[in-house]
């Protein structure tokens, strides 16, 4: 999962330039009339920082620093913190597998309509759902494996927060 995350890192850094780009630029277009607009910027600042959002997500449970509230775990024995860190991957599992089933299903659904200014398909858009499911999916799946296999203590070690 590591070499996804390394490819993930400068895309997330491109997106987040071209999003401020994009948004410096339309600034500048509405201080200085004779500059072209950008009535698409909004929409596309939107749709960046989204698929910003989805992709971070992965990076951020690879690398351990996506949020979780381990004081309630970290105070049970450790046969119940690994138990309890079994299932807490195991609901995340089907969390990430919602997202991927219906991420597909609003791609597909919204096929043939259009983004009001920049007029792209929004599946398109809609893409980033199923897309961080499977970051997400892949990533708790590897480390449900390593809690499993005893290699990992779960949700408190370092780098496999849920």
Not at 56 to 68: D, K, P, Q, R
Not at 81 to 100: D, K, Y
Not at 129 to 144: H, K, M, R, Y
């Amino acid at each position: 999962m590591s070499y996804v995350v390394k490819i993930l890192k400068p895309v997330i850094v491109f997106l987040f330039l071209t999003m401020t780009l994009i948004t410096f630029a339309a600034t500048l277009a509405r201080l200085f009339p004779s500059l072209p607009s950008f009535y698409w910027a909004g929409e596309a600042t939107r749709y960046l920082n989204f698929w910003i959002t989805c992709l971070g997500i992965g990076v951020a449970l690879h690398m351990g620093t996506h949020f979780s509230l381990t004081i309630v775990v970290d105070m049970l024995p450790a046969p119940l913190r690994r138990a309890a860190a079994i299932i807490s991957h195991v609901g995340v599992l089907v969390l990430a597998a919602v997202l991927i089933q219906f991420g597909i299903q609003m791609m597909t659904w919204n096929f043939d309509q259009l983004s009001a200014a920049m007029e792209i398909p929004m599946s398109y858009v809609y893409a980033g759902i199923p897309v961080c499911g499977a970051l997400v999916f892949a990533q708790t799946a590897v480390s449900l494996v390593r809690i499993v296999l005893g290699k990992d203590e779960g949700p408190a070690a370092e780098g496999m927060a849920p």
